[in-house]
């Protein structure tokens, strides 16, 4: 089954804590990003990978690092999580942006940071 | 700065009802709209639109695009409380940032 698949899907955690949420697909897709998604926000993105070791940075990059060393895998990693970085984050993944495909969503990670 | 604005934000009907929600945007070049239905959990597609006037049809939910109007409409006919959800309305720019530029969404609630 076509997936992209996000771990964990809840996470607790206390300030300055390092963490790494994953994210895989196995649709062999070209291009991944994440988001985060606040109340009255919206999604709004984070990092998007192009290709494999070909990263950049969306519209809310700070806090956040993320690496593309397999084309399948494209974690998220908090070197220090804040509380204003608890949130709703979502991976996804699409074949090629060029080529007109939708994006498909991990189930989502619900992260709190205390 | 590329925009999308959805509308209404919030909608309650009652089952039979017809609805249509609205997404307009502002990009600098625009590729494609998107719409997705967003219940408890993931975002999960429903079209794609690339060009203006040709109505995507799925059941009872269809959309279309108006290119000069740089909006869309989703409509949903004979509504059920299944298709309670929050309805995001996305952008893809040509080039740039290959990003998805969201809408902040339309959350309907369908009562029976």
């Known amino acids: 089954e076509a997936q992209v698949t996000q771990n964990p899907r809840y996470l607790i955690t206390v300030t300055g804590k390092k963490l790494t949420v994953t994210c895989s697909q196995n649709?062999?897709?070209?291009?991944m990003s994440w988001y985060r998604q606040d109340p009255g926000l919206g999604l709004r993105q984070i990092y998007y990978s192009m290709n494999v070791e070909v990263t950049d940075k969306g519209d809310v990059p700070e806090g956040y690092k993320v690496s593309r060393k397999e084309k399948r895998n494209f974690p998220l990693i908090l070197e220090s999580p804040s509380p204003n970085q608890t949130s709703l984050y979502f991976c996804a993944s699409s074949s090629n942006r060029r080529t007109n495909t939708e994006a498909f969503f991990g189930q989502g990670t619900r992260l709190t940071v205390v | 700065e590329d925009k999308v604005v959805q509308s209404p934000l919030s909608l309650v009907v009652h089952e039979g009802d017809t609805v249509t929600l609205n997404c307009s945007y502002e990009?600098?070049?625009?590729?494609?709209l998107l719409w997705y239905k967003q219940e408890k959990k993931a975002p999960t597609f429903l079209f794609m639109l690339?060009?203006?006037?040709i109505e995507k049809k799925s059941g009872r939910l269809s959309s279309i695009l108006d290119k000069k109007e740089l909006s869309s409409i989703l409509n949903i006919t004979a509504t059920q409380t299944g298709d309670s959800a929050i309805y995001l309305c996305a952008v893809v720019p040509q080039g740039g940032s290959e990003k998805l530029v969201f809408g902040k969404g339309t959350k309907l609630t369908v009562n029976p």
């Open positions: 690339t060009s203006s006037g």
């Open positions: 649709m062999n897709h070209e291009y």
């Open positions: 990009v600098t070049n625009f590729r494609s």
